[in-house]
């Protein structure tokens, strides 16, 4: 039990710091690119860090049904992946090695979703793991709320660099708690074990799908401009690969790179697509809004943090409530519904009012949206973290997770590239309003899956449910 308390431990804080560290972000990298000369380059640099995790959370997934027993080394590996990418950020010397840097640093994100989430479900009953698994977003929002506030107090004093020197031992220690903690032992992980191939096609096909998306979306308005013939290609690139990746799911079937029982799950295909349009959504007040302090506002990194850390801050006491919410009705529906009405709310109004504004909005107006949004943002995080281990019936519960956990990714990936590109072409301050008002739309339709969702029925619902699917974690290393 000790040792299952230490792998808690540090999920718990992986999550903390690699969320305080992804919500700093949006504050460190308008000041990076700045101090490098490489402001045309600020939509690729939000989007690029999700390229390498679209890809590495289906392959996490497969070597982790494959190997269960292995789960604790990757979620350790992964994180101490980041912590090396977070010191390569830190000492970038021209903007190519910032950017290359940034493809890293979801890759702790990734591991924390397709690892963490399901170690807690694995190591617990389902009854005592839907109240730790709602912790987990309160150790999100700690590090949401503690995590900008310091990244901007950090530049203000010291300079964007000496950030990375703070953030990365902290992930080194938990990366450090979880390597340290509970084993599964082979006999253990034997029986949970899916032995499948791996889909290499599929996984070229899909960063191929996704860099060639992103590269015309954020830098369309600059050394890709639309309407040009590179643009047209890439664009017609990633058509294709779309159309070969579609295909190789039909034909490999369980074994293609994203399992085709996934998108045969009524419950797990919902919840994918209202994820990838909620979380894109979400991303341009997490990102903008801050960018909007500095840039517009001409705040200092501390506003900016501030602005960041208050849209964490309702997710600090309603993560549990919301995660017995779901865990009581086998549904994230009724979280969803609520938590979309503050955000079309918080997003409208705000770009509404950037828009009027003469120069720039109030600060004080500034976070008392960024408070608003945060309910939203309590609703968002919970679902992500703890639907697919409740609504999805135990067969599914593994793949599904990581479904869902690529759009945690690929949502935000495509909403900064597409966003990002409409803030370059409008200016800061007429950008930044017509990407909320945008982004507000896409909010709305991510209502529009939540209508299929379904409770789940009999041995599903009594497996999913009992402490029969949780898989007892040994203290002892599995050698």
Do not use: C
Request: proline share 5%; aromatic share 8%.
């Amino acid at each position: 039990m000790a040792r299952r308390v230490t792998t808690l431990i540090g999920i718990y804080a992986a999550f903390a710091f690699v969320i305080a560290d992804a919500t700093g972000y949006p504050t460190v990298l308008p000041v990076a690119v700045a101090d490098l000369g490489g402001e045309q380059y600020y939509a690729l640099g939000s989007a690029v860090g999700g390229i390498l995790a679209v890809v590495s959370v289906p392959l996490l997934a497969y070597l982790a049904a494959r190997n269960p027993h292995t789960r604790p080394m990757l979620l350790g590996g992964g994180l101490l992946v980041q912590v090396a990418a977070i010191v390569v950020r830190g000492f970038a010397p021209n903007i190519w090695v910032l950017i290359g840097a940034g493809m890293f640093l979801s890759i702790g994100t990734a591991v924390s979703y397709v690892i963490g989430l399901p170690l807690v479900r694995d190591m617990f009953p389902a009854a005592r793991a839907s109240m730790l698994l709602g912790l987990v977003g309160t150790a999100s929002s700690i590090g949401q709320i503690a995590g900008p506030v310091s990244v901007g107090r950090i530049i203000d004093w010291w300079g964007w660099r000496q950030v990375s020197l703070f953030i990365a031992p902290l992930l080194a220690i938990a990366a450090v708690l979880v390597l340290a903690g509970a084993r599964i032992t082979k006999a253990e992980g034997a029986r949970i074990a899916e032995s499948r191939p791996f889909d290499a096609t599929g996984a070229l096909l899909m960063t191929a799908l996704v860099t060639m998306l992103i590269l015309p979306l954020s830098l369309g308005h600059g050394s890709i401009p639309y309407g040009g013939l590179l643009s047209y290609l890439l664009f017609a690139g990633a058509a294709l690969a779309a159309v070969g990746f579609a295909m190789g799911v039909r034909k490999k079937k369980e074994s293609a790179f994203i399992s085709s029982e996934v998108f045969k799950d009524r419950n797990t295909l919902a919840l994918t697509i209202q994820t990838f349009l909620s979380t894109g959504s979400s991303f341009t007040v997490l990102a903008f809004v801050p960018l909007y302090v500095l840039y517009v506002m001409h705040g200092t990194g501390f506003q900016s943090g501030m602005a960041s850390a208050l849209f964490a801050v309702p997710g600090l006491f309603l993560a549990p409530m919301l995660g017995r919410w779901i865990g009581r009705t086998g549904s994230a529906a009724g979280v969803i519904y609520a938590s979309t009405a503050f955000k079309v709310l918080v997003m409208a109004g705000l770009g509404i009012m950037i828009l009027k504004a003469p120069e720039h909005i109030n600060i004080w107006v500034v976070y008392g949206a960024m408070l608003l949004a945060g309910f939203y943002n309590a609703g968002g995080t919970v679902t992500v973290q703890t639907a697919p281990q409740l609504m999805l019936s135990p067969r599914m519960r593994a793949q599904g997770t990581a479904a869902v956990s690529i759009q945690v990714t690929l949502g935000p990936i495509i909403g900064a590239a597409g966003f990002g590109g409409i803030l370059l072409a409008h200016g800061p301050q007429k950008g930044v309003a017509i990407a909320l008002l945008a982004a507000a739309g896409a909010a709305l339709l991510a209502l529009v899956p939540v209508a299929f969702f379904r409770p789940l029925r009999g041995a599903d619902a009594e497996e999913a449910a009992g402490s029969d699917g949780a898989v007892q974690m040994s203290p002892a290393p599995s050698h």
